[in-house]
């Protein structure tokens, strides 16, 4: 059984670093074709992608978010973790992690973490 | 705006079919994968790759690609079925990936 959940801070302050992890299990992060990504959805808006780590460390980023982005993976823990810098109001949404599976000619996010609410405020 | 474009809003009356789109370039070359998500939940995957169900998705979802349009169907809506879609695929430079900004089913 696949599960994901993220953790972190629910508030923080505009211009500061959001750091959010996500604990799975049921799956390893060693096995090909297996990446774990975030995307997150502000209040009443759509999903947005923001980021994937794949088994053998590469990293894909949302062209918009890259400079601000960072993935990273500890696959004996199994956590993978999203900095986010430069925090602003506009960035409040609900952060999902996601196992995706990434195909020659497609990719499914099969499963979802529950997704965590955070509120950049002052 | 995003690479990938959903009508946003799409009605169908039970039990019938209804079709909702995905335009975008990258679709010429990767199929779309579809998603849904109901009020205060995450979103769910309904299709992938060429027509592809996850365990537990109902028959009446089915996906289908032509040039740069993917489409999902559901044959026979149901009351449950009232959603919001997305689908997500690769972005222009095929290097990450992209939702579109999907699309609210109703079904009256």
């Known amino acids: 059984q696949i599960t994901l959940k993220e953790s972190g801070p629910t508030l923080v302050k505009p211009t500061q670093t959001l750091t959010l992890t996500c604990t799975f299990s049921?799956?390893?992060?060693?096995?090909?074709?297996?990446?774990v990504g975030w995307i997150r959805q502000p209040p009443g808006k759509a999903l947005e992608w923001l980021a994937l780590?794949?088994?053998?460390?590469?990293?894909r980023y949302s062209p918009s978010l890259k400079s601000r982005l960072t993935i990273t993976k500890d696959t004996s823990k199994n956590q993978v973790v999203l900095t986010m810098t430069n925090m602003d109001p506009v960035d409040t949404a609900t952060y999902y992690c996601?196992?995706?599976?990434?195909?020659?000619?497609?990719?499914?996010?099969?499963?979802w973490g529950q997704g965590t609410l955070v509120t950049v405020s002052s | 705006s995003s690479e990938l474009t959903q009508d946003p809003a799409v009605s169908v009356a039970l039990g019938q079919t209804v079709r909702i789109t995905c335009q975008g370039d990258?679709?010429?070359?990767?199929?779309a994968s579809w998603y849904q998500q109901k009020p205060g939940q995450a979103p769910v995957l309904v299709i992938y790759?060429?027509?592809n169900r996850p365990s537990g998705i109902p028959d009446r979802f089915s996906g289908s690609s032509s040039g740069n349009t993917a489409s999902l169907t559901i044959t026979g809506a149901q009351a449950e079925d009232e959603a919001d879609y997305y689908c997500?695929?690769?972005?222009?430079?095929?290097?990450?990936?992209?939702f579109g900004g999907g699309t609210k089913l109703t079904v009256l």
């Open positions: 049921g799956f390893s992060l060693s096995t090909s074709g297996v990446g």
């Open positions: 780590i794949y088994w053998d460390d590469d990293k």
């Open positions: 997500n695929s690769r972005d222009s430079s095929g290097k990450g990936w992209v």
């Open positions: 790759g060429k027509n």
């Open positions: 990258s679709l010429r070359s990767y199929y």
């Open positions: 996601a196992h995706q599976h990434t195909y020659y000619d497609s990719s499914a996010i099969d499963y």
